[in-house]
């Protein structure tokens, strides 16, 4: 499949593309910590030895030239490090009616997704909005997941905006937890505030 064909949209010179830019990691394996490798291995079985290569494939800065994708940071388990992480869990994964939901806000590949899902959330309680549109597609190459997740649970949209909060809210609202990771800094402190009211709404 030629993801470059199909995802590139910026010009070849575009300072984005930079290689000078300290988000753009050349090496794949000096970026790689073995705690990255979880994802790919447990969740997308993906074998040790060919990690490495499949991201390379389906998620490098030729095909999407963006911070998250340079330092690999859509391999981290963001959530696993945070304080609530083991309550966030037992809320997911205890039976209740009707069953907890989950959004993360600002995504990206939706790793935290798959992260929860391997640690047994069942799928259906969780979903991911971003504001840009390939995410779900290349989330699915990166994490060879796609029959275990429906398309409405990766909502596309501008966070900010109240169509998309609206789409928020029709689609599977009221959340019961929404997850903001390395999001809140995109913003002024004006536009902060905006999206803190917005979650608190979601919720
Ligand atoms: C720094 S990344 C963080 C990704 C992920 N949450 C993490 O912890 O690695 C910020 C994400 O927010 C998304 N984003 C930026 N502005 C947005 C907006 N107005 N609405 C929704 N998503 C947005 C970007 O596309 C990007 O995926």
């Known amino acids: 499949m030629d993801l470059t064909a199909e995802i590139i949209t910026l010009p070849n010179d575009h300072p984005a593309r930079s290689k000078a830019l300290p988000w753009y990691n050349s090496s794949i394996s000096g ?30 800065w030729k095909v999407l030239p963006r911070p998250s994708i340079g330092k690999f940071r859509f391999l981290e388990q963001v959530l696993l490090r945070h304080p609530s992480y083991e309550q966030v869990l037992t809320a997911l994964t205890t039976r209740s009616t009707p069953p907890p939901r989950f959004l993360d806000i600002g995504a990206c590949l939706d790793q935290d997704l798959r992260m929860l ?28 997941d796609e029959d275990q997740f429906s398309s409405t649970q990766f909502i596309c949209g501008n ?34 505030e905006r999206v803190c009211m917005r979650v608190m709404d979601l919720l």
Do not use: C, Y
């Open 31 to 60: 970026a790689l910590r073995p705690s990255m490798s979880f994802l790919p291995e447990n969740w997308s079985k993906i074998r040790a030895g060919e990690v490495e290569a499949h991201i390379h494939n389906v998620a490098s």
């Open 117 to 144: 899902a391997s640690a047994g959330v069942p799928t259906d309680q969780l979903s991911g909005t971003d504001i840009f549109p390939k995410f779900e597609r290349i989330g699915h190459m990166v994490f060879r």
């Open 159 to 192: 966070s900010l905006s109240h169509d998309a909060q609206d789409s928020l809210r029709d689609t599977r609202g009221p959340w019961s937890i929404v997850h903001l990771s390395m999001f809140l800094h995109i913003f002024d402190l004006d536009d902060q």
